[in-house]
């Protein structure tokens, strides 16, 4: 484990001592957790917008072309 000494604004370190003992885990527990999910949906944003640049609308296009133009099931209706 490594540490790691930030400031945070006051308001915001009452905000995460309140969390921390309602969900009754430490405060660096909490920021962890926190922290993980942020980088984590950082990532894939990252991830998903490298994957957008390598998609083409023309084959997009061409598979859409091949699916039958029919009304769905009455289940399958929003």
């Known amino acids: 484990m490594s540490n790691l000494n930030v400031q945070i604004p006051e308001s915001l ?3 995460i001592q309140t969390l921390a003992a ?3 885990i430490s405060l660096e527990q909490l920021v962890a957790i926190a922290l993980s999910a ?3 949906s950082w ?3 990252d991830y998903i917008e490298e994957k957008a640049k390598r998609g083409s609308w023309d084959k997009f296009g061409q ?3 091949k699916v039958p133009d029919v009304e769905p099931e009455d289940y399958d209706k929003l």
């Open 13 to 15: 370190y009452k905000q």
């Open 22 to 24: 309602k969900e009754n």
């Open 38 to 40: 942020q980088i984590s």
């Open 43 to 45: 990532m894939t944003k």
């Open 63 to 65: 598979v859409l072309a």
